[in-house]
Protein backbone atom coordinates (compact mmCIF):
# COMPACT_ATOMS: atom_id res chain seq x y z
CA UNK A 1 0.00 0.00 0.00
CA UNK A 2 1.24 3.21 -1.17
CA UNK A 3 0.22 7.04 0.35
CA UNK A 4 -1.79 7.01 -2.84
CA UNK A 5 -3.88 4.14 -2.14
CA UNK A 6 -4.17 0.28 -1.66
CA UNK A 7 -2.91 -2.83 -3.83
CA UNK A 8 -6.35 -3.76 -5.96
CA UNK A 9 -7.86 -7.24 -4.85
CA UNK A 10 -10.74 -8.67 -5.19
CA UNK A 11 -12.76 -10.01 -1.71
CA UNK A 12 -15.28 -12.66 -2.21
CA UNK A 13 -17.23 -15.46 -0.41
CA UNK A 14 -18.26 -18.91 -2.24
CA UNK A 15 -21.09 -21.63 -0.83
CA UNK A 16 -21.05 -19.94 2.47
CA UNK A 17 -22.51 -21.70 5.52
CA UNK A 18 -22.31 -20.88 9.20
CA UNK A 19 -24.19 -23.02 12.00
CA UNK A 20 -24.32 -21.61 15.23
CA UNK A 21 -25.21 -23.98 18.32
CA UNK A 22 -26.24 -26.58 15.79
CA UNK A 23 -28.35 -24.89 13.58
CA UNK A 24 -28.09 -23.87 10.46
CA UNK A 25 -27.47 -19.67 10.02
CA UNK A 26 -27.36 -19.39 6.57
CA UNK A 27 -26.08 -21.64 3.50
CA UNK A 28 -25.14 -20.95 -0.28
CA UNK A 29 -23.69 -17.30 0.02
CA UNK A 30 -21.97 -15.51 -2.11
CA UNK A 31 -20.72 -12.22 -2.87
CA UNK A 32 -17.99 -10.80 -4.86
CA UNK A 33 -16.51 -7.00 -3.42
CA UNK A 34 -13.99 -5.29 -5.98
CA UNK A 35 -11.68 -2.35 -4.57
CA UNK A 36 -13.30 0.56 -3.73
CA UNK A 37 -16.86 -1.30 -3.78
CA UNK A 38 -19.12 -1.17 -0.45
CA UNK A 39 -21.71 -3.78 0.56
CA UNK A 40 -24.46 -3.43 3.29
CA UNK A 41 -25.69 -6.41 5.09
CA UNK A 42 -29.47 -6.92 5.61
CA UNK A 43 -31.43 -9.04 7.64
CA UNK A 44 -33.73 -9.37 10.92
CA UNK A 45 -31.76 -10.03 14.43
CA UNK A 46 -30.27 -13.20 13.78
CA UNK A 47 -30.13 -13.64 10.82
CA UNK A 48 -26.25 -14.01 10.85
CA UNK A 49 -25.02 -10.13 9.69
CA UNK A 50 -22.81 -10.26 13.06
CA UNK A 51 -21.49 -13.87 12.27
CA UNK A 52 -20.74 -12.99 8.56
CA UNK A 53 -18.41 -10.17 9.50
CA UNK A 54 -16.74 -12.39 12.16
CA UNK A 55 -16.35 -14.97 9.18
CA UNK A 56 -14.82 -12.19 6.81
CA UNK A 57 -12.23 -10.98 9.62
CA UNK A 58 -11.54 -14.49 10.05
CA UNK A 59 -12.22 -14.89 13.79
CA UNK A 60 -14.62 -17.84 12.95
CA UNK A 61 -14.17 -20.50 10.13
CA UNK A 62 -17.49 -20.86 8.08
CA UNK A 63 -19.48 -24.54 8.21
CA UNK A 64 -18.85 -24.54 4.13
CA UNK A 65 -17.27 -22.55 1.40
CA UNK A 66 -14.44 -20.61 1.08
CA UNK A 67 -13.46 -17.01 1.28
CA UNK A 68 -11.10 -15.57 -0.82
CA UNK A 69 -8.47 -12.50 -1.15
CA UNK A 70 -7.17 -11.93 -4.95
CA UNK A 71 -8.24 -15.20 -5.47
CA UNK A 72 -6.10 -16.91 -3.09
CA UNK A 73 -7.91 -18.52 -0.14
CA UNK A 74 -7.98 -16.25 3.36
CA UNK A 75 -7.59 -19.71 5.56
CA UNK A 76 -4.37 -20.45 3.51
CA UNK A 77 -2.45 -17.15 5.07
CA UNK A 78 -5.01 -16.32 8.47
CA UNK A 79 -2.00 -13.85 9.58
CA UNK A 80 -1.85 -11.95 6.52
CA UNK A 81 -5.61 -11.45 6.09
CA UNK A 82 -5.52 -10.23 10.06
CA UNK A 83 -3.31 -7.20 9.18
CA UNK A 84 -5.53 -6.20 6.12
CA UNK A 85 -8.46 -6.43 7.87
CA UNK A 86 -9.95 -3.87 10.69
CA UNK A 87 -13.67 -4.81 12.46
CA UNK A 88 -15.37 -2.51 14.67
CA UNK A 89 -17.98 -4.46 16.18
CA UNK A 90 -20.70 -4.01 19.26
CA UNK A 91 -17.65 -3.90 21.73
CA UNK A 92 -15.17 -0.81 21.38
CA UNK A 93 -12.48 -1.90 22.39
CA UNK A 94 -11.69 0.96 24.23
CA UNK A 95 -9.31 0.75 27.05
CA UNK A 96 -10.69 2.22 30.16
CA UNK A 97 -7.33 3.06 32.16
CA UNK A 98 -5.51 4.82 29.35
CA UNK A 99 -6.41 8.43 27.76
CA UNK A 100 -8.18 9.07 24.63
CA UNK A 101 -4.86 9.93 22.99
CA UNK A 102 -3.34 6.58 24.82
CA UNK A 103 -6.07 4.68 23.29
CA UNK A 104 -5.29 5.92 19.70
CA UNK A 105 -1.69 6.06 20.09
CA UNK A 106 -1.81 2.65 20.95
CA UNK A 107 -3.79 1.54 18.34
CA UNK A 108 -1.35 2.90 15.83
CA UNK A 109 1.79 1.44 17.33
CA UNK A 110 0.27 -1.78 17.08
CA UNK A 111 -0.78 -0.90 13.24
CA UNK A 112 2.98 0.30 12.41
CA UNK A 113 2.09 3.79 13.84
CA UNK A 114 0.81 6.74 12.40
CA UNK A 115 2.65 9.83 12.48
CA UNK A 116 1.48 11.99 15.84
CA UNK A 117 -0.24 14.96 13.14
CA UNK A 118 -2.03 12.00 11.76
CA UNK A 119 -3.32 10.65 15.14
CA UNK A 120 -4.27 14.34 16.32
CA UNK A 121 -6.11 14.92 13.17
CA UNK A 122 -8.17 11.35 13.59
CA UNK A 123 -9.35 12.60 16.73
CA UNK A 124 -10.81 15.95 15.68
CA UNK A 125 -12.63 14.41 13.00
CA UNK A 126 -14.67 12.78 15.22
CA UNK A 127 -15.05 15.35 17.54
CA UNK A 128 -12.69 13.97 20.20
CA UNK A 129 -9.63 16.31 19.89
CA UNK A 130 -10.57 18.41 22.69
CA UNK A 131 -11.36 15.06 24.92
CA UNK A 132 -7.86 13.53 23.85
CA UNK A 133 -6.26 14.16 28.00
CA UNK A 134 -9.65 12.41 29.71
CA UNK A 135 -9.28 8.88 30.83
CA UNK A 136 -11.78 6.80 28.60
CA UNK A 137 -13.58 5.60 31.54
CA UNK A 138 -15.41 8.97 31.60
CA UNK A 139 -16.68 8.39 28.14
CA UNK A 140 -19.98 8.34 26.74
CA UNK A 141 -20.93 5.26 24.65
CA UNK A 142 -21.04 7.81 21.88
CA UNK A 143 -17.79 9.20 22.48
CA UNK A 144 -16.46 5.57 22.62
CA UNK A 145 -17.73 4.54 19.68
CA UNK A 146 -16.38 7.44 17.87
CA UNK A 147 -12.86 6.81 19.26
CA UNK A 148 -13.14 2.74 18.10
CA UNK A 149 -14.12 4.29 14.74
CA UNK A 150 -11.23 7.07 15.05
CA UNK A 151 -8.66 4.02 14.50
CA UNK A 152 -9.44 3.03 10.93
CA UNK A 153 -7.62 6.46 10.45
CA UNK A 154 -4.59 5.55 12.35
CA UNK A 155 -4.13 1.78 11.33
CA UNK A 156 -4.64 1.72 7.31
CA UNK A 157 -5.86 -1.45 6.02
CA UNK A 158 -7.60 -2.32 2.40
CA UNK A 159 -10.45 -4.38 4.05
CA UNK A 160 -12.75 -2.41 6.91
CA UNK A 161 -15.63 -4.56 8.41
CA UNK A 162 -18.38 -2.17 10.52
CA UNK A 163 -21.14 -3.85 12.28
CA UNK A 164 -23.84 -1.60 12.75
CA UNK A 165 -21.26 1.34 12.44
CA UNK A 166 -23.91 4.30 12.52
CA UNK A 167 -25.10 3.24 16.24
CA UNK A 168 -24.76 5.90 18.98
CA UNK A 169 -23.83 8.71 16.68
CA UNK A 170 -25.11 12.20 15.77
CA UNK A 171 -25.31 13.85 13.14
CA UNK A 172 -22.11 15.60 13.14
CA UNK A 173 -20.47 12.10 13.54
CA UNK A 174 -22.57 10.05 10.89
CA UNK A 175 -21.28 13.08 8.31
CA UNK A 176 -17.82 12.42 9.32
CA UNK A 177 -18.41 8.56 8.86
CA UNK A 178 -19.49 8.84 5.48
CA UNK A 179 -16.87 10.98 4.55
CA UNK A 180 -14.50 8.67 6.03
CA UNK A 181 -15.80 5.89 4.30
CA UNK A 182 -16.14 7.77 1.10
CA UNK A 183 -12.40 8.90 1.43
CA UNK A 184 -11.41 4.94 2.15
CA UNK A 185 -13.15 3.74 -1.06
CA UNK A 186 -11.76 6.29 -3.12
CA UNK A 187 -7.92 4.74 -2.29
CA UNK A 188 -8.99 1.70 -3.53
CA UNK A 189 -10.22 0.72 0.30
CA UNK A 190 -13.70 -2.27 0.68
CA UNK A 191 -16.25 -1.78 3.08
CA UNK A 192 -18.48 -3.93 4.20
CA UNK A 193 -20.76 -2.74 6.90
CA UNK A 194 -24.41 -4.05 9.24
CA UNK A 195 -26.89 -2.13 9.27
CA UNK A 196 -30.27 -1.72 9.93
CA UNK A 197 -30.98 1.54 9.31
CA UNK A 198 -29.86 4.24 6.89
CA UNK A 199 -26.17 3.38 6.00
CA UNK A 200 -23.76 6.32 5.65
CA UNK A 201 -22.32 4.97 2.05
CA UNK A 202 -23.41 5.64 -1.55
CA UNK A 203 -23.89 3.34 -4.36
CA UNK A 204 -23.64 0.50 -2.59
CA UNK A 205 -24.20 -3.41 -3.14
CA UNK A 206 -26.94 -4.78 -0.79
CA UNK A 207 -26.61 -8.32 0.46
CA UNK A 208 -29.90 -9.55 2.20
CA UNK A 209 -29.12 -12.51 4.93
CA UNK A 210 -32.92 -13.01 4.64
CA UNK A 211 -32.72 -15.09 1.63
CA UNK A 212 -29.79 -16.96 2.38
CA UNK A 213 -31.73 -18.93 5.37
CA UNK A 214 -30.13 -21.85 6.11
CA UNK A 215 -31.88 -25.40 6.37
CA UNK A 216 -33.33 -26.98 9.45
CA UNK A 217 -30.16 -28.15 11.38
CA UNK A 218 -31.21 -32.18 10.69
CA UNK A 219 -30.76 -31.87 7.09
CA UNK A 220 -26.82 -30.22 7.33
CA UNK A 221 -24.46 -33.42 6.41
CA UNK A 222 -21.57 -33.59 9.55
CA UNK A 223 -19.26 -32.84 6.89
CA UNK A 224 -20.97 -29.34 6.23
Do not use: Y
Request: net charge neutral.
Amino acid sequence: MGAEGFEAATFSGTGLACRRGGHGVFGGLDFTLAPGQALVLRGANGSGKTTLLRLMAGLAVPSAGLLLWAGVAVADDPEAHSRRTRLIGHLDGVKAALTVAENLDFAARLHGGASEAARADALRRFGLGTLASLPARVLSAGQRHRLALARLLVAPAPLWLLDEPANTLDNAALDTLAAVIAEHRARGGLVVLASHGAAPVTDAGVLDLGRFAAMPAAHWSDAA
